[in-house]
Nanobody, 126 residues
Framework: EVQLVESGGGLVQAGGSLRLSCSASGFTFDDNAIGWFRQVPGKEREGVASISFLDDSTYYGDSVKGRFTISTDNDKNTVYLQMNSLKPEDTARYYC???????????????????WGQGTQVTVSS
């Protein structure tokens, strides 16, 4: 059984930083894809960042480029999202997602992405 468990969310002031972690069990990173999405109530889930292990390509949503970085620790089966220069509009629940097809997760229909975590809340105060 695949499990994705997020951690690292919290309350931070605008301009600050947070690092989210997603620990994956029952899921190997080989030839797969993993990433982060976020959602606020009443809005669609937005793709934030993803990595494809076929060629280690990384993908970022336009709103986070230059501020967020996705990385992995393959030995720990963990993916991270380093978030810098946070803005109030980054406030959302952040979800880890994984799929068994390589490539970017960001534009992939949410319904076809196989695995989701429960999410971790990030709140950025102004």
């Amino acid at each position: 059984e695949v499990q994705l468990v997020e951690s690292g969310g919290g309350l931070v002031q605008a301009g600050g930083s947070l690092r989210l972690s997603c620990s994956a069990s029952g899921f190997t990173f080989d030839d797969n894809a993993i990433g982060w999405f976020r959602q606020v109530p009443g809005k669609e889930r937005e793709g934030v960042a993803s990595i494809s292990f076929l060629d280690d390509s990384t993908y970022y949503g336009d709103s986070v480029k230059g501020r967020f970085t996705i990385s992995t620790d393959n030995d720990k089966n963990t993916v991270y999202l380093q978030m810098n220069s946070l803005k109030p509009e980054d406030t959302a629940r952040y979800y880890c997602a994984a799929d068994q097809l390589p490539g970017s997760l960001l534009k992939r229909p949410r319904a076809v992405i196989h695995y989701w975590g429960q999410g971790t809340q990030v709140t950025v105060s102004s």
